[in-house]
Structures are given as structure tokens and as C-alpha cells.
């Protein structure tokens, strides 16, 4: 029977334990987060894929047996140009004038 890794990357934290555990496949990134080298568990590392989904602190690293087909709602493979720490992608509210900071929009018509 043969096997496939997949990361949650929405629930992974980084700790790098699975790259510890699971070298021959899992590396990590700048960051410390996952990348799997092959989704494909080589019969010899199943059990280890296994211990080492198991140790993942927030259960992030997930084995299931290899169907040969995409399914619906699966993680896709994170790389090391799409993962990384989650970025804030909040922009600056700009201050247009006027006392206390607040937005032209916020004041009244004289200003206040």
C-alpha cells in the first residue's frame, strides 16, 4: 500500500518537528515551515511518515493512502515560494489632515 504526505499549511506553526523525523522528505523552509521533496511515501518511510504526523504538535502533517488522484478539499503542496510566515496585509490608513488624526470623512464640516 502506498502512501502521500500533504501540510496544512492554515495550521501549521513551524516547530519543524516533522523534519526532524521525516528528513529523507520534509526539509524546511527560511522560516522553519515544511516543504515535502515528494507528496510520494516510499514504502520504506511509511511508518516513520506515520510517527512523524503523529509528533506534529498541532497535527498539521497528514498521511493518507495514495489513491493516484486529486481529491477535493486536500492541502496543496506548500513550496518554498508559497509559504512561508503569514504576512499582515493591512494597509496604513493615511492621515488627510486636520487634529486627532482623523480621516477627512470622520470630521464635520468645520473640520471637527
Not at 501540510?7 to 519543524?16: E, F, M, Q, S
Not at 489632515?97 to 468645520?110: K, Q, S
Amino acid at each position: 500500500m502506498s502512501y502521500e504526505l500533504r501540510v496544512n499549511p492554515i495550521a501549521c506553526d513551524g516547530h519543524g518537528v516533522c523534519a526532524e523525523l521525516l528528513p529523507e522528505i520534509i526539509e524546511l523552509d527560511p522560516w522553519g515551515y515544511p516543504i515535502l521533496m515528494s507528496a510520494k511515501v516510499p514504502r520504506g518511510l511509511a511508518e516513520h511518515a506515520k510517527r512523524a504526523a503523529a509528533a506534529c504538535p498541532v497535527l498539521a502533517l497528514l498521511v493518507d493512502r495514495a489513491t493516484g488522484e486529486h481529491r477535493s478539499g486536500s492541502y496543496p503542496r506548500p513550496t518554498a515560494a508559497t509559504h512561508g510566515p503569514p504576512q499582515l496585509l493591512v494597509a496604513p490608513v493615511a492621515d488627510r489632515g486636520g487634529r486627532g488624526g482623523r480621516p477627512a470623512a470622520a470630521r464635520d464640516d468645520h473640520g471637527h
